[in-house]
């Protein structure tokens, strides 16, 4: 198109909820529910078609900053301040069980991607280690080690054997997983690595209950070498709060207290910066980019969501609130709708592009409207770089009567 020709995003909400404020935010799979963890503990299960709460959880003491649903089973993972993950079924509409190790604040939680072949579940904690567990053995599989400040958050690659952590420690870690796959899937590691004192189809019992936590301990004091790190990413001069991948491309963003979004690429060997997004005038809580556009989106302390073109690298839309900081945001995996938490509560929106009204004139010009004008674009007087001029044709104010009835019938 041509440049005079901007295509606005616009924010189309979906539905607001008022509470207290939302650290964690996670969309269901399938159903329109979004689950939201809040700084009082509470955990909310909405219906965002509805907006209806159609239950809560309150077992966490203390705020709880992470949420995740389970991709095929009735499961909800969260994170808490009280050191504790809860794995909950809200079928049944009660906490299964805890997982405890952390010895600090938990900031996010999440199942593995491809949770029927990995029922793995990842931590993020400011006891400055991200931990693996596995939610079918209750049990921690890796400890890792490396950050030397709190750990803000972390997640699984949507398809590789690959971790993302952000840190205090200003910067962003790429973690390898192959090692733990190959051990857990089968191969020589894999053969003591049976459930505790169960028997399989010969009748041959699995690890004991001793050699599983002798197994833990050893994995608590000195960590295991099945997930080792790939890249550390220098380059923020602040803590990082958060780190995503792109769902598909080699890309990396992340957001921090230098009140930056940065995007980062990875080769087999390497990765580098790309970029800066500079904009926010506040910390940045929480980035991520959008699973159907090119556009990565990000929120702030500031009090704004911000929309930035991936390929151009630049903002093309900033959404302001009134009083309430930004601290989470969450993208539906397979619909265009996103969700933001902040002080008071959430909102659930799209992010549509909206491409001006625009025909084809007479001879080589292009008419359309930008704001309150109409311009022509004319081909034929194109130049160097340029696709043509913009010439203005017209300003199109409402005037008297038409101000009333405009926009009843659009």
Request: glycine share 8%; charged share 25%; aromatic share 10%.
């Amino acid at each position: 198109s041509p440049h005079g020709i901007k295509i606005r995003i616009t924010m189309l909400t979906k539905f607001e909820s008022k509470s207290a404020r939302v650290k964690g935010l996670a969309f269901h799979p399938v159903r329109p529910w979004i689950c939201a963890s809040l700084h009082n503990g509470v955990i909310q299960l909405w219906d965002y078609r509805v907006g209806t709460v159609i239950d809560r959880f309150e077992e966490h003491d203390g705020p709880v900053r992470g949420v995740d649903f389970h991709l095929h089973e009735p499961l909800i993972v969260t994170g808490g301040d009280d050191y504790k993950i809860k794995v909950w079924d809200y079928k049944l509409r009660r906490c299964l069980f805890t997982l405890l190790g952390h010895l600090d604040y938990i900031r996010t939680v999440q199942f593995h991607p491809n949770a029927t072949q990995f029922p793995w579940i990842l931590s993020a904690s400011d006891d400055q280690t991200l931990r693996l567990w596995d939610f079918q053995k209750r049990s921690c599989l890796s400890v890792l080690t490396g950050h030397n400040h709190y750990v803000m958050c972390a997640a699984f690659h949507p398809s590789e054997d690959l971790i993302v952590s952000a840190s205090l420690d200003q910067t962003v870690r790429v973690w390898d997983t192959t090692g733990l796959r190959k051990k857990q899937l089968g191969g020589p590691a894999a053969a003591d690595q049976g459930y505790p004192g169960m028997t399989d189809s010969n009748g041959n019992r699995g690890q004991s209950a001793a050699a599983a936590t002798a197994l833990n301990v050893q994995a608590e004091l000195f960590g295991t070498n099945d997930v080792v790190v790939k890249y550390v990413l220098e380059g923020h001069d602040r803590g990082v709060n958060w780190a995503a991948f792109h769902p598909t491309l080699p890309l990396l963003a992340s957001a921090a207290d230098d009140r930056q979004v940065k995007l980062w690429r990875m080769s087999e060997t390497k990765a580098w910066e790309v970029d800066t997004l500079r904009g926010h005038a506040n910390n940045v809580s929480c980035c991520l980019f959008h699973p159907k556009q090119e556009l990565v989106v990000s929120n702030s302390e500031d009090r704004s969501i911000r929309v930035w073109d991936v390929s151009k690298r630049v903002g093309v839309q900033t959404f302001r609130r009134e009083g309430d900081r930004f601290w989470i945001l969450a993208a539906h995996r397979s619909q265009n709708l996103l969700a933001a938490g902040h002080d008071s509560g959430m909102i659930v929106f799209k992010l549509e592009r909206e491409r001006p009204a625009s025909a084809n004139g007479p001879g080589d010009k292009l008419y359309y409207v930008r704001g309150r004008e109409l311009f022509c674009h004319d081909y034929g007087r194109a130049t160097g770089g340029s696709s043509g001029v913009d010439v203005p044709i017209a300003s199109l104010r409402r005037v008297g009567q038409q101000a009333q009835t405009d926009g009843i019938g659009s």
